[in-house]
């Protein structure tokens, strides 16, 4: 039981980071189409 919570917890933050960067990236080209 400890082992899946510990494993939840370790993959939370990274699949929110991932999420992240990907929300970041397409921002990133949206404004990079825009600009030029």
Do not use: A, E, I
Request: charged letters at 15%; hydrophobic letters at 45%.
């Amino acid at each position: 039981m400890k082992q899946k919570l510990l494993r939840q917890l370790r993959s939370g933050p990274v699949y929110m980071q991932v999420v992240h960067n990907c929300m970041v990236g397409t921002y990133l080209l949206m404004t990079l189409d825009v600009c030029f």
